[in-house]
């Protein structure tokens, strides 16, 4: 017999926020405001890694060493003056959080973004009142694919074991980190990762959207 799912982990951007896009832009006009060039289809392909890991796919040692914190703080400072105000909810969302809770199930975020960040997101997702657990970049020294945010979640996590902890995500980057953190992740596909990149990274299940997870909760891994 499988064991009960005790605690959902739900990335946020592209898996709870329509968000990746917006992230992408302002990447990109980060770098070109220091000169770097960069295609918003590249970037956007690195949504899902905290700025530690994406920085080093566009900036190389000697400049990250110089650079990297100005360039990561503009970025940040961007997002949320131009873009966050633009993010909106997947369809689903309170509703797929709210029946979680209401499954007896524990109700965690695990986001690459900055503490700030993530406290707005759940101000736009309508969620603050859901959410049982947070951890965000500040929780770990290193973000996604590394698995350092999911070794926080589990620890605030009181003991739980490994089997009866879950992900929702939406980019091969989560499920990796969860993989070596010890957890399975479902995908889901509104963060615009193509089936075959999630299912390759090792995804139990996949579903178009937190809507569609709701829909069929009952016979998902979670229910």
């Given at each position: 017999m499988s064991t009960r799912i005790r605690a959902v982990v739900f990335d946020i951007d592209g898996t709870l926020l329509d968000s990746v896009?917006?992230?992408?832009?302002?990447?990109?006009?980060?770098?070109?405001?220091?000169?770097?060039?960069?295609?918003?289809?590249?970037?956007?392909?690195?949504?899902?890694?905290?700025?530690?890991q994406l920085l080093p796919v566009f900036v190389d040692e000697a400049r990250l060493a110089r650079d990297g914190e100005a360039i990561e703080s503009y970025r940040s400072d961007l997002f949320k003056r131009d873009y966050l105000p633009l993010a909106r909810p997947f369809p689903g969302v309170r509703v797929l959080l709210s029946h979680?809770?209401?499954?007896?199930?524990?109700?965690?975020?695990?986001?690459?973004?900055?503490?700030?960040?993530?406290?707005?997101?759940?101000?736009?997702?309508?969620?603050?009142d859901l959410v049982d657990v947070v951890t965000t970049a500040d929780d770990a020294e290193r973000s996604k694919p590394h698995p350092d945010i999911f070794e926080a979640v589990l620890s605030k996590l009181s003991g739980l074991p490994k089997e009866?902890?879950?992900v929702v995500?939406?980019?091969?980057?989560?499920?990796?980190?969860?993989?070596?953190?010890?957890l399975s992740t479902i995908g889901v596909l509104?963060?615009?990762?193509?089936?075959?990149?999630?299912?390759?990274?090792?995804?139990?299940?996949?579903?178009?959207?937190?809507?569609?997870?709701?829909?069929?909760?009952?016979?998902s891994p979670l229910g």
């Open positions: 896009d917006l992230h992408a832009r302002a990447w990109v006009e980060a770098f070109a405001q220091f000169d770097i060039e960069t295609e918003e289809a590249q970037v956007r392909r690195q949504i899902g890694k905290g700025g530690d979680v809770r209401d499954a007896g199930q524990i109700v965690a975020l695990a986001s690459s973004g900055k503490a700030s960040e993530v406290e707005n997101y759940q101000k736009i997702l309508g969620i603050t009866a902890v879950m995500g939406d980019t091969p980057y989560d499920v990796q980190a969860a993989a070596k953190a010890g509104c963060g615009g990762f193509p089936e075959a990149e999630l299912s390759a990274a090792g995804c139990v299940a996949i579903y178009r959207d937190p809507q569609d997870l709701l829909d069929g909760y009952a016979r």
